[in-house]
């Protein structure tokens, strides 16, 4: 069907890199980008394999300085199959390459309902003779370790034979992202390869510094088809499995590739080589493998039903898909956390940002259990968080903008400019925001899950030390009478430091301000919540006494926010800055996404002017409901209307390049209850991001995760106004005539399978029927309750 299918038509080098990372395949252990299995890795092709939590460090030099980096690995790669034709004298032709021999109707299909890419097309042998070649490739919903490529060529015209090579290339390096290039990027050390007969190649190595252990091994074998001659060859950084098959005309030769990985870090192993040959050795054919991988994705979506008519419904399955191979029910048995470009390409390291806030609201609500393994994630770095936040001289916890392995900060010191090819300084690392974002991920999850006993506990535990934090990095202003936090970065970017500045650093970014005011009030409330003796425990283990809690309280009451022209200034002195001339910028280079890269190899810096990558003002209206904000503002002691919050928006909206593709994904979402009409250019923009790759180039370096998921949150959240909070699901529907209809399915509380659909102006709520209690709805002008086994339709306003 086609609402299930991506498709491309004709080979094109100059796009293969971006249907690679659309076109991965991973199952939330590991994935696999959907290269060509005959290529290796270039300037066009970059067939990828990526394990969830698999990172390596290593050091390089750039500008003269020795910095460090860990990265997640590329792993050997597993899908390398090349073919060749052999004449009736025995003479070979070359290995087909697409980019040497011009593909027949070359054509790739990516089935979202059954997890798996098929390949078609047909190629010109000697002699006149034709070859068809089908191959389809899946990795293993169901078993999170094998994957498997079945081929089949088929002769037109002519008789002879093909040699097959099926093999595991251990002659990798990470090489995905082009900005990289100067720096380290071989991970992989103590490469050995062997042969298990008659139809099995391995190779295990190690990561060079993390000293992960990893092995592959693969069995080849050729269906039902006599005269074929094999050859295993173990080599040094390759193991191979060489077959010669004769070719008859109309008679399809099935060539089934099955391969096994596990790493060091799997639970339940004695070693991963072991656990590998045994895997791959007692693994069913490829039809039983594909049959159970489908089963599998059927009962995922299940559980992830998404329901929009047209083109926008299609890409929202795409980007669910993407979603699920990232973090599937699998991601809940690992250490691993949310990594912004998914499992899909090397951008961004493979690095954990703040992106899970923008993926855990929609995970809350369909799978719980991985959401929580995603807190866990950052639970059990909290210990790192800390330790830098004592090193930085404040209490409490200050997490890492970019975290990988332990939880130390991973942001890079230096970035690549590619426009002026000069290395700069990176300060990035100062949006200390990212604790705020956790804070919050870790009330929305137990308000949407009634997981009282993590919110007790670990949850608990990260919310009291982000709030610490903040309280001991907010410094009172005798002058202004108001609480101040210095030298951060925000959500924007761009700016990183006032105009001449020696020291980088914002004052009081309104985004980070109000955030961790918010995070001090939670505190306080989960506090009054706890059990005695539960918070008499956590005091003693956290050294918290009243007096903490009695600052907390007044900080969360007089932290600054700066107005300018009657509108919510971005940061302290951000309405002194310059005015772009935005259409001259515009006119003079087109894209202008990447404002800050043009400026800086003008010679200037976006420090200087009122030009922001993203939102970062705008973020608050997305995170909170308005009513929720005015109240924010009022304990604040700052009124904030529908007018100001409106003029607001509409401020920003004509200073912002957006630059990444969670820019479109919260301008959308605001602007669909401040300025409706505009609100659809921004929606799309958020679905066409990475499928039309509208960051030029940067989708072939891995999908964007956070954007994917915050387009599904954009339906069942930013559309319905859903809210779970004091014990009820909170609806404030706003109509959007683009996304007139749509349909979704959720788990609330004990409830499986909650089903919301909005047509022609009525919302059809259906309970499943079940022991659980009825569920309250509450709308702004009534509340329902509806019970296990009943619906209810609600006639909606006119928009």
Partial sequence: MPEWTWEYEGYDPAAERLRESLCTLGNGYFATRGAAPESKAGLVHYPGTYVAGCYNRLESTVAGRRVENEDVVNLPNWLRLRFRLSGADGSAEPWFSPDICAPVGYRQVLDLRRGTLTRRFRFPGGAGGVVGVEQCSLVHMGDPHLAALRTEFTAEGRAGSIEVESAIDGDVINGNVHRYRSLNRAHLAHVQTGAAEPDTVWLRCRTSGSDIGISLAARTTVVGRPGTSSSLHPGRRRA??????????????????????????DPAISNPLAAALDRAGTAPDFSALRNSHAAAWEGLWRRAEVYVPGEAGRVLRLHLFHVLQTLSPHTAELDAGV??????????????????????PYLNLHFPEVARALLNYRHRRLPQACRAAAEAGRSGAMYPWQSGSDGREETQELHLNPRSGRWLP?????????????????????????DTEFLHTKGAEMLLQIARFWADSAV????????????????????????????????????????????????????????????????????LDGGELHEWEEISRRLRVPFHQGVISQFAGYGDLVELDWAAYRKRYGNIRRLDRILEAEGDTVNRYQASKQADVLMLGYLFSHAELADLFQRLGYPLTDESWRNTVEYYLRRTSHGSTLSGLVHGWVLARVHRGDAWEYCRDALEGDVADLQGGTTGEGIHLGAMAGTLDLVQRGLTGLESREEALRL??????????????????????????????????????????????????RAVTVAPGDSSVLELPPG
């Fill in 240 to 265: 191979a499995h060489r077959m010669v098959v004769p070719l008859a005309p109309g008679e399809p030769v099935v060539v089934e590739k099955t391969v096994a990985l596990h790493t060091s870090r």
């Fill in 339 to 360: 990594p912004a470009r998914g499992l899909h390409g090397e951008a961004y390291r493979g690095h954990v940002f703040w992106d899970e806030l923008f993926v855990l």
């Fill in 426 to 450: 990176d300060h990035s690392r100062l949006q200390r925001h990212v604790g705020s974002a956790i804070a919050y991920n870790v009330w929305q999850y137990c308000e949407a899950v009634g």
């Fill in 476 to 543: 009172h202003d005798p002058a202004l009478g108001r609480y101040r936090i210095r030298g951060v970065v925000g959500p924007d970017e761009y700016h990183d430091g006032y105009p001449g500045a020696v020291q980088p650093g914002l004052d009081d970014n309104a985004y980070t301000n109000v955030t961790a005011a918010w995070v001090l009030m939670r505190a306080l409330e989960l506090v009054r919540r706890l059990p005695a003796w539960r918070r008499q425990d956590l005091f003693e283990r956290l050294r």
């Fill in 732 to 781: 404030d529907p706003v109509p959007l005539p683009e996304l007139s209809e749509y349909g979704f399915s959720l788990r609330y509380r004990g409830h499986w399978g909650v089903g919301m659909r909005l047509h022609a102006g009525r919302l059809r709520i259906t309970v499943p029927d079940s022991e659980e209690a009825p569920i309250r709805l509450v709308l702004p002008d």
